[in-house]
């Protein structure tokens, strides 16, 4: 007991003796870091490719995983049919030789070496595909953010990825629609995490983009619009943080996802001409209907041509402005972003690949920010 009370009185001395910045522990820098997170998957895939005596147990030990609950929720908005039983159901009809749906889990059964790869690679090399994750992220980010991440890898839904929650900062990918190629999956993740960034600096996002009840047609106008531009500038900088055009590998989920890009690209004065038209429709039309239009804007069976829109300007603005302003734009406003946008392609008329907007959608976006500020027009 002497000798304890000694050491510590010794220890005590030397520590008086020390500066206080050098007991204290480091402090990381604010920054996104990222988990990976593969136990649904595993556990999805292990029940999928087993056989039928031992299907039933895996099934419950899957349905008790949390992230597989949040993939049936998913999956249940679009078809009510998939629910915890159907999920059950599902697995244990797949191992007799079932099709696996509501959920989409015979290309599971069918290819269960391409996603065990996949899921190899993402546990053995989990801290470097997340500091590679964290890396592109903190590049756009705005400085002083500190988000903590994770991404849960699932299997069975027919989404490649999604955020269920703007405030929390959880991310689902499906490993199922990466062919096995963990590069596209972190491309993927890149998009799908930059929202959860966009979302921890930004307003209610849920309100913004539901139609608006407000019985003044031009307030409803102008709820149209904003509604328009969040979206273009949610999914358009996400688009330009995950381009697979910039980010390493050549398996064949980025080889798709490029060509996607080029051809998506190759097409911008179309995708412009589409969003000018919207954005005429939902500023002029007080009774447009906004989900509709949103859908024909960005949804994927519209080939989602408004991310391309986004895209575009996000490009533009990073590289004729700065990356410290495209960083400032993430909390802002989105008409500050389409402005800026506007401001570039004026400034630049010389470059031919500039899309300018149609003098209508100028318009529109002006009014938009003035409402928003109360201030004069930029």
Known sequence: ??????NNCRLAALCALLPLQALAAPVAPPGVTVLIDTSVADAVLEAATS?????????????ALPGVSAMIAKEHRYTPAATPAAFNAALIGLAQGGSGEPFALARVREHPEEVRALLRALSAE???LAARLAERL?????????????LVVVLGSHQNGWVPDQKTPVFYIDAGFQSGDVD????VAAHELFHAVQGAVQPDWDAALAPSMNPSAEARELHNVHAVLLN???EGMADYVGDPQLLPGAGPGMQQARREYARSLARNRENFALFDTILYRLGGDGTAPLGELLKVGFGGSWDQSGYYVGYVMA???????????????????????VLDYIAVTQAHADDTDLVHLCSASVAAVRASAQALTGGPPR
Do not use: K
């Not at 039933?56 to 899957?62: C, G, M, Q, V």
């Not at 490009?315 to 989105?334: G, H, K, M, N, Q």
């Open 184 to 187: 596209s999956l972190i491309a």
């Open 315 to 337: 490009r533009a603005i990073d590289r004729y402005s700065d990356r410290e302003r495209l960083r400032a734009l993430v909390a802002l406003p989105p008409e500050e972003f």
């Open 126 to 128: 989990h801290a470097q």
């Open 232 to 234: 273009l500038v949610i």
């Open 51 to 63: 056989d039928a005596a031992h299907v039933p147990a895996l099934a419950a030990a899957a349905l």
């Open 138 to 150: 903190n590049a756009f980010a705005p400085r002083g953010l500190n988000l903590h991440a994770t």
């Open 1 to 6: 007991m002497s000798i304890r009370v000694r």
